[in-house]
């Protein structure tokens, strides 16, 4: 019997990396990228450099998790889609009760936590493809080998590595002489992706709900090895499926890194000419 859990434990844990492991480190990063372009602009606008992006990002990301709030039939009590609070750093809300014996309704807080991440993500891929056809982001196909995790990691974030190099040389390509639609696009873009990362407090209320899909995956595997099926079946599903969604996400990890180059750039200089200071974007 012993057997059995040592593997549902490898083969859930192996799940959970193909599920969560690429997506949490692009989220970490988009976090990262998104805290230092708000600390670059604050710097140099003050507080009221919130609503330069956040009058589109903001909505966006407040309506996702609104979104996935009736997906997962939470009742919303109150939503604020841009309300920015100097004090509490706020820029916006979505209340919502559940009906803790739910089971589909405590998992549906993980979903609804990172719903910014997949919503905007998925958002910025639809207006990219719709104008920008001919530069199309591709696949990210990720695979993890538990008897070689080290070498696993380092693969995945080359792979993560190169796809946002292809990208960004797609975007290069495509805004290449923009007019002025095209600017509009690259501001309504760029105002999405940098805050498309769930903060610490979306990802705080999605913990519980994540617990329970880690459990599920468990039970599945622990019943599906008793009864003798093929569980890397899953594994190959979970790969080919996930591959177009980490495209995606690596799109607007891509996207986010452009527009913090592009803001950083000349607000840096700006810093040293007029204060002769570095402009530190991490505090």
């Not at 290069?172 to 940098?194: H, R």
């Not at 617990?211 to 019943?223: H, K, P, R, T």
């Not at 093929?230 to 996930?242: A, E, F, I, K, S």
């Amino acid at each position: 019997m012993i057997d059995y859990f040592l593997t549902a434990s490898k083969n859930t844990l192996l799940q959970v990396i193909l599920l969560f492991g690429v997506t949490g480190l692009i989220t970490a990063l988009l976090f990262l990228f998104q805290y230092m372009i708000g600390v670059v602009l604050s710097k140099t606008f003050g507080w009221g450099s919130v609503y330069l992006t956040g009058w589109i990002g903001v909505p966006v990301h407040e309506l996702s998790h609104a979104l996935l709030c009736v997906i997962f039939r939470h009742k919303i009590v109150e939503i604020s889609l841009f309300k920015p609070d100097p004090y509490s750093g706020v820029l916006g809300y979505v209340s919502h009760n559940f009906n803790p014996k739910s089971y589909f309704q405590n998992v549906g807080n993980f979903f609804i936590g990172v719903a910014p991440l997949f919503v905007g993500s998925i958002l910025l891929y639809i207006v990219y493809n719709t104008f920008f056809a001919a530069y199309s982001a591709a696949p990210v196909h990720m695979e993890f080998d538990l008897s070689h995790p080290i070498d696993s990691i380092t693969n995945m974030i080359s792979k993560i590595m190169n796809q946002v190099d292809q990208n960004a040389q797609m975007l290069k390509s495509a805004f290449t002489n923009p007019g002025i639609w095209t600017i509009i696009l690259i501001y309504v873009m760029a105002s999405i992706s940098t805050h498309i990362a769930p903060s610490t407090t979306d990802l705080r209320n999605g913990l519980p709900g994540f617990a329970l899909i880690v459990a599920a995956l468990f039970i599945y595997n622990l019943i599906v090895g008793l009864i003798g099926y093929p569980t890397p079946d899953l594994h190959g599903l979970l790969t080919n499926y996930l591959a177009k969604l980490q495209g995606i996400l690596t799109f607007g990890l891509t996207l986010t890194l452009y527009t913090f180059a592009l803001v950083y750039a000349p607000l840096a200089i700006f810093h040293l000419i007029a204060y002769r200071k570095f402009l530190n974007p991490l505090y």
